[in-house]
């Protein structure tokens, strides 16, 4: 029973990186898009100076649903009525369908 | 000696000459002598001269009428401009200002230099761009009225940014000067009333002797920190009616220009506070007024082994220096027990998170007690309307001064009260400072990672793939970061002050592409490579400064950051939008905010212009050689684009 409340307590504070269970990636990525994630996440969820890194190896499901309910900082809330839990399972799966990229020391141009 | 004489065109001569000549032409169509012949061609033939036009060109003129003015009070204008150094002359021609713009040609041979600029707002915002690589002003000529109105908004940028620019606005005072509607259209009672609020100073001289004086003094003001834009009025009359004949050419000396370095008790008060402190910390803006401002700040934050957070409105601190806490900036002033601001001109930002999704909720992020002391220039000199002086701060200690020209004695004040034990604890502080700042630049290149190959081109891609080309250039980025994520201040080495100049003082769009041409022109005759990441929206504000760089052969390599939107705007609709529990679907939201369909091609508005240039690219990979043609055009002179279609941000 420690054992279940605990990882649920971890589950909650986004720090299992997850795979979604049944969401669609190809949708998810249609989704990325047309609910405006992109505009501060970039198209691949790579993050910038307007919103935090998505992708590779996203928030937990439960964490990254969580979040967008209760967003801190300038994220704005998204609600159930404007994105639905099956939805985010279907970005959650796009976001984990995106590839990891080189290793910083295999990036010659990040090393000068 | 000045000297007027008869049987030639003075001012009022020419333009009573003018005005019969309008009428004439207006009313010639409606009366001509006889019918048109046509041009084989099928154009119409030049109509031939009425009745009047004939009288006006054969008839001999009323004596009053010919006046030759062989020393104009023009010319004088043109000494002070000489005298007073400035280099350039930024400006959309305009009638109000003929008399200084004929002076300048013939009585100066082109000195200042006049670069041609297609609207008063590129030339203020050349102006302000020169001014930050050079350090003094240049000047901008502009009518009185409608040029003035168009520059308002890059007035007000250099205004926020302590850029000093020298605005001569040309008016006609004397109603009985002005000919026909157009004159009357472009006089105004009172020039600088439209920009007063944000400008340090103005003046409409009435004389010459008037106009040396106001001008010195202008310059005078312009440079004493906080630096400024003023503006001068210069009446039509005066430019171009003969000096008096006993009028002094003498003009008034101007002074060695010092800045005011803070109070010796403030300034031994505030280096008791940074010795004693365990975790002192300096937030720069425009504490590097010169270059000199660079290397003073490296030399106190490393007497101390000090944090430094660099806010970037100009180059205040080199990015690689161990002591640079920028990147890790919320950290470092949560961990500090003093904060001293230097030219910081939002402190409240500096040590608030402004949380709330619809009300404003600040939250303090500094530690209890922690202690808090501003340096600055603009404690000197603030007006009321304009909010620029941003959300009252509470001190521990205000030193109202210039925080460069105080450095010297708070270095001196600091190194006389070291001590051995003191030495040990801020080694040992520098030590871990270090370490954090390796791990910020780890931490950033692992960010840039993210989405490398992507297309549209990631930001960090794009300012690592120009950083490759130009790091062993002497090179000079003209343009701000903020668009671009800042990657090129978190991956670049900058640690010289021309490296980077900040960016809009008053953040209005329209003042990059401008901006950065007129420190390319700066830069120019140093032999510097300018290169400027221009966001699309700003460029499609002043993009005649692309013909302004071919037609003046200005070495500046464009990199466009073309993501096709005002993105910020996009970003606030759909924070709105959520905020109303209503979302918006990005087709909606690009109402309004979207910048294609059509797509604009950029390398072709280029070419249109003169600028070589080529684009779109969408794939990282064509980017390296693209940038290197760029930079082979440029480092033989001219201007080059490279249009980049690229992510959001």
Same mark, same amino acid.
């Given at each position: 029973?420690?054992?279940?409340?605990?990882?649920?307590?971890?589950?909650?504070?986004?720090?299992?990186?997850?795979?979604?269970?049944?969401?669609?990636?190809?949708?998810?990525?249609?989704?990325?898009?047309?609910?405006?994630?992109?505009?501060?996440?970039?198209?691949?969820?790579?993050?910038?100076?307007?919103?935090?890194?998505?992708?590779?190896?996203?928030?937990?499901?439960?964490?990254?649903?969580?979040?967008?309910?209760?967003?801190?900082?300038?994220?704005?809330?998204?609600?159930?009525?404007?994105?639905?839990?099956?939805?985010?399972?279907?970005?959650?799966?796009?976001?984990?369908?995106?590839?990891?990229?080189?290793?910083?020391?295999?990036?010659?141009?990040?090393?000068? | 000696?000045?000297?007027?004489?008869?049987?030639?065109?003075?001012?009022?001569?020419?333009?009573?000459?003018?005005?019969?000549?309008?009428?004439?032409?207006?009313?010639?169509?409606?009366?001509?002598?006889? @019918?048109?012949?046509?041009?084989?061609?099928?154009?119409? +033939?030049?109509?031939?001269?009425?009745?009047?036009?004939?009288?006006?060109?054969?008839?001999?003129?009323?004596?009053?009428?010919?006046? &030759?003015?062989?020393?104009?009070?023009? %010319?004088?204008?043109? %000494?002070?401009?000489?005298?007073?150094?400035?280099?350039?002359?930024?400006?959309?021609?305009?009638?109000?200002?003929?008399?200084?713009?004929?002076?300048?040609?013939?009585?100066?041979?082109?000195?200042?230099?006049?670069?041609?600029?297609?609207?008063?707002?590129?030339?203020?915002?050349?102006?302000?761009?020169?001014?930050?690589?050079?350090?003094?002003?240049?000047?901008?000529? +502009?009518?009185?009225?409608?040029?003035?109105?168009?520059?308002?908004?890059?007035?007000?940028?250099?205004?926020?940014?302590?850029?000093?620019?020298?605005?001569?606005?040309?008016?006609?005072?004397?109603?009985?000067?002005?000919?026909?509607?157009?004159?009357?259209?472009?006089?105004?009672?009172?020039?600088?009333?439209?920009?007063?609020?944000?400008?340090?100073?103005?003046?409409?001289?009435?004389?010459?002797?008037?106009?040396?004086?106001?001008?010195?003094? =202008?310059?005078?003001?312009?440079?004493?920190?906080?630096?400024?834009?003023?503006?001068? +009025?210069?009446?039509?009359?005066?430019?171009?009616?003969? @000096?008096?004949?006993?009028?002094?050419?003498?003009?008034?000396?101007?002074?060695?220009?010092?800045?005011? =370095?803070?109070?010796?008790?403030?300034?031994?008060?505030?280096?008791?506070?940074?010795?004693?402190?365990?975790?002192?910390?300096?937030?720069?803006?425009?504490?590097?007024?010169?270059?000199?401002?660079?290397?003073?700040?490296?030399?106190?934050?490393?007497?101390?082994?000090?944090?430094?957070?660099?806010?970037?409105?100009?180059?205040?601190?080199?990015?690689?220096?161990?002591?640079?806490?920028?990147?890790?900036?919320?950290?470092?002033?949560?961990?500090?027990?003093?904060?001293?601001?230097?030219?910081?001109?939002?402190?409240? /930002?500096?040590?608030?998170?402004?949380?709330?999704?619809?009300?404003?909720?600040?939250?303090?992020?500094?530690?209890? /007690?922690?202690?808090?002391?501003?340096?600055?220039?603009?404690?000197?000199?603030?007006?009321?309307?304009?909010?620029?002086?941003?959300?009252?701060?509470?001190?521990?200690?205000?030193?109202?001064?210039? +925080?460069?020209?105080?450095?010297? @004695?708070?270095?001196?004040?600091?190194?006389?009260?070291?001590?051995?034990?003191?030495?040990?604890?801020?080694?040992?502080?520098?030590?871990?400072?270090?370490?954090?700042?390796?791990?910020?630049?780890?931490?950033?290149?692992?960010?840039?990672?993210?989405?490398?190959?992507?297309?549209?081109?990631?930001?960090?891609?794009?300012?690592?793939? &120009?950083?490759?080309?130009?790091?062993?250039?002497?090179?000079?980025?003209?343009?701000?970061?903020?668009?671009?994520?800042?990657?090129?201040?978190?991956?670049?080495?900058?640690?010289?002050?021309?490296?980077?100049? /900040?960016?809009? /003082?008053?953040?209005?769009?329209?003042?990059?592409?401008?901006?950065?041409?007129?420190?390319? &022109?700066?830069?120019?005759?140093?032999?510097?490579?300018?290169?400027?990441?221009?966001?699309?929206?700003?460029?499609?504000? @002043?993009?005649?400064?692309?013909?302004?760089?071919?037609?003046?052969?200005?070495?500046?390599?464009?990199?466009?950051?073309?993501?096709?939107?005002?993105?910020?705007?996009?970003?606030?609709?759909?924070?709105?939008?959520?905020?109303?529990?209503?979302?918006?679907?990005?087709?909606?939201?690009?109402?309004?905010?979207?910048?294609?369909?059509?797509?604009?091609?950029?390398?072709?508005?280029?070419?249109?212009?003169?600028?070589?240039?080529?684009?779109?690219?969408? %794939?990282?990979?064509?980017?390296?050689?693209? &940038?290197?043609?760029?930079?082979?055009?440029?480092?033989?002179?001219?201007?080059?684009?490279?249009?980049?279609?690229?992510?959001?941000?």
């Amino acid at each position: 029973m420690r054992i279940i409340v605990a990882l649920m307590a971890v589950v909650a504070a986004g720090f299992v990186v997850g795979q979604s269970k049944s969401g669609n990636a190809e949708n998810g990525k249609k989704l990325f898009v047309k609910f405006g994630c992109y505009t501060c996440h970039g198209y691949q969820g790579q993050g910038g100076g307007a919103g935090a890194k998505l992708a590779p190896k996203p928030l937990a499901l439960a964490a990254l649903i969580a979040y967008v309910r209760h967003p801190s900082g300038s994220m704005p809330p998204f609600t159930d009525k404007v994105v639905t839990d099956a939805q985010l399972a279907d970005i959650h799966a796009f976001l984990a369908s995106v590839p990891a990229p080189p290793a910083v020391k295999q990036i010659p141009l990040l090393n000068q | 000696m000045a000297k007027m004489s008869k049987r030639s065109v003075g001012r009022r001569g020419f333009l009573k000459g003018a005005a019969a000549g309008a009428a004439v032409i207006a009313a010639g169509p409606a009366a001509p002598a006889q @019918a048109p012949a046509s041009a084989p061609s099928g154009r119409p +033939a030049a109509l031939p001269p009425s009745p009047a036009q004939r009288a006006a060109e054969t008839l001999p003129p009323a004596a009053e009428d010919i006046q &030759i003015v062989e020393r104009p009070g023009a %010319d004088y204008m043109v %000494d002070v401009f000489h005298a007073l150094g400035l280099e350039y002359l930024f400006a959309t021609p305009g009638s109000s200002f003929r008399g200084i713009h004929e002076s300048v040609i013939n009585h100066g041979g082109n000195r200042p230099e006049f670069i041609t600029c297609m609207h008063e707002e590129c030339s203020v915002a050349m102006a302000n761009g020169y001014a930050k690589v050079e350090g003094k002003p240049a000047l901008v000529c +502009a009518h009185g009225t409608v040029g003035v109105q168009h520059a308002a908004m890059a007035i007000y940028n250099a205004y926020c940014d302590q850029a000093p620019v020298i605005l001569v606005a040309g008016n006609i005072s004397d109603a009985a000067e002005r000919r026909g509607r157009v004159e009357w259209l472009h006089a105004v009672q009172d020039v600088g009333a439209t920009v007063r609020e944000y400008t340090k100073w103005d003046d409409s001289p009435a004389s010459l002797t008037h106009f040396g004086e106001s001008a010195v003094r =202008a310059y005078q003001l312009a440079m004493t920190p906080p630096t400024m834009p003023v503006l001068l +009025a210069a009446d039509g009359v005066l430019q171009e009616s003969p @000096a008096p004949a006993d009028f002094d050419w003498r003009i008034p000396k101007l002074p060695k220009i010092t800045a005011p =370095a803070g109070d010796p008790a403030a300034v031994a008060e505030l280096a008791r506070m940074l010795v004693a402190a365990e975790n002192p910390l300096f937030v720069a803006s425009r504490s590097a007024r010169t270059p000199d401002g660079l290397t003073r700040l490296i030399e106190l934050a490393e007497t101390l082994q000090a944090g430094v957070i660099d806010q970037q409105r100009r180059m205040n601190f080199p990015t690689r220096h161990p002591l640079n806490q920028t990147q890790r900036a919320r950290a470092a002033v949560a961990d500090a027990d003093l904060i001293v601001g230097l030219e910081v001109y939002d402190f409240y /930002g500096v040590v608030h998170a402004l949380g709330g999704q619809v009300r404003v909720i600040p939250r303090t992020i500094t530690k209890a /007690g922690a202690k808090l002391v501003s340096i600055s220039s603009s404690d000197l000199f603030y007006k009321s309307n304009y909010q620029n002086f941003q959300r009252y701060q509470e001190l521990d200690l205000s030193i109202p001064a210039d +925080a460069e020209a105080t450095m010297p @004695a708070l270095i001196e004040s600091v190194k006389r009260l070291l001590t051995d034990d003191r030495k040990r604890a801020f080694q040992a502080r520098g030590a871990k400072l270090a370490e954090a700042s390796r791990q910020a630049l780890e931490q950033a290149r692992l960010a840039a990672s993210y989405g490398w190959d992507a297309s549209p081109v990631a930001t960090a891609r794009l300012s690592a793939e &120009i950083w490759a080309q130009i790091k062993n250039e002497d090179w000079s980025l003209v343009s701000d970061t903020f668009w671009v994520s800042n990657w090129p201040l978190r991956l670049w080495d900058l640690n010289k002050h021309y490296h980077f100049l /900040g960016g809009a /003082g008053g953040e209005g769009v329209g003042y990059l592409a401008p901006a950065a041409l007129g420190a390319a &022109i700066a830069n120019k005759k140093y032999g510097r490579l300018s290169v400027s990441i221009q966001s699309d929206g700003d460029l499609m504000m @002043a993009n005649g400064v692309l013909w302004t760089s071919a037609h003046h052969r200005i070495p500046l390599l464009t990199i466009m950051h073309n993501n096709r939107a005002y993105h910020q705007e996009i970003m606030q609709l759909q924070r709105v939008a959520n905020q109303h529990n209503r979302g918006v679907d990005i087709d909606k939201c690009k109402i309004g905010t979207a910048i294609e369909n059509p797509n604009i091609d950029y390398a072709k508005l280029a070419q249109s212009m003169g600028v070589r240039a080529e684009g779109p690219i969408s %794939d990282p990979k064509d980017l390296g050689a693209a &940038i290197r043609r760029g930079i082979q055009v440029a480092k033989r002179g001219e201007p080059y684009l490279i249009d980049v279609v690229t992510q959001p941000r």
